[in-house]
C-alpha cells in the first residue's frame, strides 16, 4: 500500500515542480495540495503550505471558503471551480481555498475513506498555520468531502459553518458538533444503491424535492452531483427558500409547510427550525427556479 502511495506522490511531485517526498513514511494529509483565490491574487491561484511562513496573499479578517472535493476528483474538477467562480462573482472581499486531495480520491473507495482522517487533521494545520481564524471559516464539501470537512471541525473546534453536499458513505460521518452551524443537503440517498447516505446529521438538513430522485436526472450519479449543482446556484441565481417539516414522513410526502430557510449560500450562521428538517422542491436545469 505504503508503496503505490509514495508513487504517486512521486508523480504529483514532479507535476508540481516539487521537492520529491524523502524516504519516511509520509502521512495521508502530507500529500494535500491547497490553493488560495480572491480578486487580489492571480486567477490561476497561489499554493499554500504549511512551512515557511503564513501567506501574506491570503485577505484579513474576511469570510474563507474552503471548498474539498470527493472520491474521485480534483481541485481542478467540478465542484471546486464551479463554487469558486461564484463565491468571488459575489464577494469582493472573500478567500476561496481549493484543497487537492487527488492522490487519495484516486484510490479505491476504502482506500480514500481510510486516509480522511489525516487528510482533514492537515487541512486544520493549514488553517492554524495561515492564522486564518475558525470563526471566519465556512468549508463546503462533497462526497467523502464533506465527511473531511467534519475532522478539520474536530480536530479544530469553533469553525463558524460546514456544508456537507450529499455526503457519503463513511466510517468518520460528519456531525452537527464539528462546527458552529453544520448544514447538509442531500440529493441522491433513496436506496442502497445510492451514492449519498440520506440521514439527518446537521443543524439542517434539506432534501430538495425528497432527498431521492431530482428534476432531470435519470441516473444515481446525476442526483448526487445535483447537491453540489444546487449550492453552486444558491450562491448567486437562486435563495431556494425551502419549508421546515415537522417529521421525515412530511418530508417524503411533500407536506411541509413550516417557516423558511435558504438552502446553500455563503451565511456563516443560520437559525433553523426545531427539526431541523427542510425540503424545497426545484426545477430541472440551472439555476434550478
Keep these: 500500500m505504503f508503496k503505490s502511495v509514495l508513487l504517486f506522490g512521486f508523480a504529483f511531485a514532479l507535476a508540481n515542480g516539487d521537492p520529491i517526498p524523502t524516504s519516511r513514511v509520509l502521512r495521508n494529509g502530507e500529500f494535500n495540495r491547497y490553493y488560495l483565490y480572491n480578486r487580489q491574487v492571480s486567477a490561476s491561484g497561489v499554493q499554500l503550505t504549511v512551512t515557511g511562513t503564513p501567506s501574506t496573499d491570503i485577505l484579513p479578517g474576511v469570510t474563507t471558503v474552503v471548498v474539498i472535493h470527493g472520491h474521485g476528483g480534483t481541485y481542478q474538477a467540478s465542484p471546486n471551480p464551479d463554487i469558486r467562480r461564484e463565491l468571488l462573482e459575489l464577494e469582493e472581499h472573500v478567500n476561496v481555498i481549493a484543497v487537492d486531495w487527488s492522490i487519495y480520491a484516486s484510490m479505491s473507495y476504502t482506500s480514500a475513506d ?15 498555520f495561515q492564522d486564518i481564524l475558525p470563526g471566519n471559516v465556512h468549508i463546503v464539501g462533497f462526497n467523502l468531502g464533506a465527511h473531511i470537512a467534519g475532522v478539520v471541525g474536530k480536530s479544530l473546534r469553533g469553525i463558524a459553518r460546514i456544508t456537507g453536499l450529499d455526503p457519503s458513505t463513511t466510517t468518520t460521518p460528519l456531525a452537527r458538533t464539528d462546527a458552529l452551524y453544520v448544514e447538509v443537503i442531500h440529493t441522491d440517498g433513496g436506496s442502497a444503491l445510492s451514492n449519498g447516505m440520506g440521514v439527518k446529521m446537521g443543524h439542517a438538513d434539506f432534501f430538495p424535492n425528497g432527498g431521492n ?16 449543482q444546487y449550492f453552486t446556484a444558491s450562491i448567486n441565481d437562486n435563495p431556494f427558500l425551502s419549508y421546515c417539516c415537522n417529521s421525515i414522513w412530511e418530508k417524503d410526502v411533500n407536506l411541509c409547510t413550516g417557516t423558511h430557510l435558504s438552502m446553500g449560500n455563503n451565511r456563516l450562521s443560520k437559525t433553523p427550525c426545531q427539526s431541523g428538517i427542510y425540503r424545497v422542491n426545484t426545477g430541472n436545469s440551472y439555476p434550478y427556479l
Design 213 to 228: 430522485w431530482q428534476p432531470g436526472c435519470a441516473t444515481l450519479e446525476c442526483n448526487h452531483n445535483r447537491a453540489w
Design 114 to 128: 481510510n486516509a480522511i482522517m489525516s487528510i482533514g487533521e492537515h487541512i486544520a494545520s493549514l488553517l492554524v
